[in-house]
């Protein structure tokens, strides 16, 4: 689960760390009283979408490409204008997709006078097994080109999942970024407050970027991005109430409220598998006979009729899905079974694309015979192979 910057910032604040005033604004006119709020000194103007790459943004359908999501403003009119503008048109990022993604909300933020811009977050590192705290100097919107091209400036430090950050490898990592004097104790009280958050709300990933250094040498939270693990919203009703469901995909919204496993893709192929290494498998064999999946979807192993039903019902929602390929491993649910849901869910949805369908495994014969006899339009297949071969076909056709 994302939630947006102001929120994360809201989060980090109560940790101890320090970031700039902001108001956060539904409208233009809400906008322009957040100014005057702030006494008419310069603001920044803030998209509140969850994808990165803001500030190097467009607005699809504005004339002006070089406008970008955030905005630094020092006059009321502007402020009206560049508002305006965000609330109506989509905006298009590296992350968004050209569809771009609405703009429901801007954070007003008081203006910084930055000297320098640092990166820190925290994150889990699969090679160490336990989080990490990793910071770089070279903060800011080009922080994935420095990853790539100069690794070497990025410092990580494993963490203890039972002690979180110890004072002394914050103090250190502030050495390492260059801070002395009093700012190294500045520095030392944001990392800790975004590893507390980090372990405390159990996040996948936990970013500030960039943390900033103001003229006056005071540290502040300029930027904040936050993931929580699904899985572990059940101990934190507190992080739920953030979540904007208008923000997120509706087919992937609609998928979680029955218990699947769903990720919207770019491709034409449906797929519906249980399991989901076999489902990143299925993927991965059709890319390999030259189709495109349309999303990764794992019932699971206990899937009955109704999720069944309802997997089919959101792979047909997409106009793109020129066909679908059905991909079972019978183990804790039988074969059988899963023939019996897919005709019945048939039945139901009465779809219109070409379905491939391969079963393998406890009560398979009995499971294909169903299909065969059921006088369904099913393609069945032999192994996988064979289904990618023809699932392709069939959306090619």
Known sequence: MKIHEYQAKE???AAGAPVPPGIVAKSAAEA???????????????????????????????????????KFLTKKEDVQKVAEVY???????????E?????SKILVQDAADIAKEYYVAMVLDRAFGVPILM???????????????????????????????????????????????????????IMLALSKVFLDKDCSIAEINPLVVTKEGTLLVLDAKMNFDDNALFRHPDV????????ENPAELRAARSGLSFISLQGNIGCLVNGAGLAMSTMDIIKYHGGAPANFLDVGGGANKDQVTEALRILLSDENVKAVLINIFGGIMKCDTIAAAVIAAFQEVKPKVPFVVRLE?????????????????????TDLTDAAKKVVAAAKA
């Open 11 to 13: 989060l980090l604040a």
């Open 32 to 70: 322009v009283a957040a100014f005057d709020k702030f006494g008419g000194k310069p603001v920044v103007l803030k998209c509140q979408v969850h994808a990165g790459g803001r500030g190097k943004g467009h607005f699809k359908g504005y004339a002006d490409a070089k406008l970008g999501g955030v």
């Open 87 to 97: 609330l109506k048109h989509p905006l298009v990022t590296k992350q968004t997709g």
């Open 99 to 103: 569809e771009g993604q609405k703009v």
């Open 135 to 189: 910071a770089s100097a070279e903060g800011g919107t080009e922080i994935e080109e420095v990853a790539e091209k100069n690794p070497e400036l990025i410092f990580k430090e494993p963490v203890s999942p039972e002690l979180g950050l110890l004072p002394f490898q914050a103090r250190d990592m502030a050495v390492k970024l260059g801070f002395a004097g009093d700012q190294i104790a500045q520095a030392e009280k």
């Open 240 to 247: 739920e109430k953030l979540r904007d469901e208008t923000e």
């Open 361 to 381: 495994g406890t009560n398979v014969e009995q499971g294909r015979k169903m299909l065969q006899q059921s006088g369904l339009n099913l393609t069945p297949a």
